[in-house]
């Protein structure tokens, strides 16, 4: 009686609801649930059901061996533990970049300037330009023959890099080209927590003699705790499966494989096509972020945060 009440009640609120979650359960919540199945046996592209060859399905159950596989950490299987160093780093280095960089532009436009607008629309053009074509132009600007940052190198008389070969200069490079993709939208984000600190706590702490970096550690920082912890956590979550860039820059380059791009490989690259250790490289992804996520909050909520 009270759900029939509750239906009568909220019908319509109810329908509108009810397409955004068919959607999100097409889209979002079979496929997860098929990655986990598919991480428990050993599917691949010769022994899954073809119509047009006119064959059935014949993968097996396997059990945990898969997840044993990945986290022994076997070459074969990509070496997960050094992947996932990578991909860490990867992640902190981007973010940690994307908040400082963006924290200075936000501080800066955060004054009284001239052509503040024109700045700001300057700085948010990275964000607004698709990702590919950012790619494509960075992969150029690197090219160790003809690119434009080898040449600047050489005029000043410094030697030319293979910015893009199989050394660590590849992972430094598409760090480079993220950093540049990902401080527009830290920079808004902060510019508007900047804004919503009272004038008052600054001018407050100028009387009584606070200095600069005073103000910034003890009335700035504070007062975006709840923005900073909110945009930290969601460029972890985007920055760790960032995927476009380094595979459009880089592709297939072990010296930048994080943990997204070995999955694509194994799904779509090689003789055979492995679906089995992809979804398990994709369950282990989520398990990775949702156990960053609780420990996160957790933090956060120790510090009077809520997120």
Known sequence: MRLRNL???HWF?????????A????LVVLPLLQGLFFGFTDINDTNIANPVLDREASYEFVGLANYLNVLSGDPAYGSFWATLVRTVIWTGACVFFHYAI??????????????????RVLLILPWAVPVFISAFAWRYLFNAEYGLINWALEAVGLPA?????????ALVSVIVVNV??????????????????????????????????QRFVHVT?????????SVVLLGVIWTFNMFPVIYLITENNPHTRILVTYAFERFFSGATRDYAIASTYGVLILSVLLVFATIYRR?????GEVL
């Open 180 to 213: 540049w993709l990902g401080v527009p939208f830290m920079m808004v984000a902060l510019l508007g927590g900047l804004q919503s600190i009272p004038a008052d706590l600054h001018e407050a702490a100028e009387i009584d003699g606070a200095s600069p970096w």
């Open 13 to 21: 609120a109810y329908a509108m609801v009810l397409p955004v979650v």
């Open 23 to 26: 959607v999100l359960a097409l």
């Open 299 to 303: 933090v956060m909520r120790r510090q």
């Open 7 to 9: 239906l009568a009640r």
């Open 221 to 229: 920082l504070p007062g975006l705790r709840s923005v900073s912890s």
């Open 161 to 169: 890099q293979v910015w893009l070969g199989q050394s660590d200069l």
């Open 102 to 119: 963006g924290l200075a532009l936000a501080m800066l436009l955060n004054r009284q300037l001239r052509f503040r607008g024109l700045y």
